[in-house]
């Protein structure tokens, strides 16, 4: 409680417009009520039984992290990620460098999992469609 306490005082003091405090499920009870008590706006992403991530601070932070809708931080798009490093203070450079190796990523992810159509499969293409349609990937 400590640390929650003081990311409450760097979040008062204006040093940070959102914090992300993770901690353990047990004592969420406890910070829910200090964050009520000081009204500050907050979300709670559930990561595990055991461990909890709270997001707190400006509610259109706070907003904008809800509305990412994914159940853990691993799960952000690379733009997810790069607004929410940006909006806790994080570097910016290194936050671009995250972006683009992330992205990268991807691409490369998605390029992977293309799949051609199978000869005989009904929504094959046949072969004159076949030759009029081909794309070059680099």
Do not use: W
């Not at 690379?78 to 936050?95: A, V």
């Not at 799949?115 to 794309?135: I, K, M, W, Y």
């Amino acid at each position: 409680m400590k640390v929650l306490c003081h990311h409450i005082y760097e979040y008062k003091k204006g040093l940070r417009n959102l914090v992300l405090h993770t901690m353990d499920s047990r004592d969420l009870e406890k910070a829910e009520e200090k964050l009520r008590q000081y009204r500050i706006t907050y979300f709670v992403q559930y990561v595990t039984p055991q461990k909890v991530n709270v997001f707190f601070g400006k509610e259109q932070c706070v907003k904008i992290v809800k509305s990412f809708q994914r159940r853990t931080l691993t799960d952000f798009t690379p733009e997810e990620d790069f607004i929410l490093g940006i909006m806790l203070g994080y570097d910016r450079l290194i936050q671009c460098d995250r972006y683009l190796v992330r992205n990268a990523k991807r691409q490369v992810q998605t390029a992977n999992s293309v799949q051609l159509p199978c000869a005989g499969h009904p929504n094959a293409f046949n072969q004159r469609n076949d030759t009029e349609s081909r794309v070059e990937m680099a």
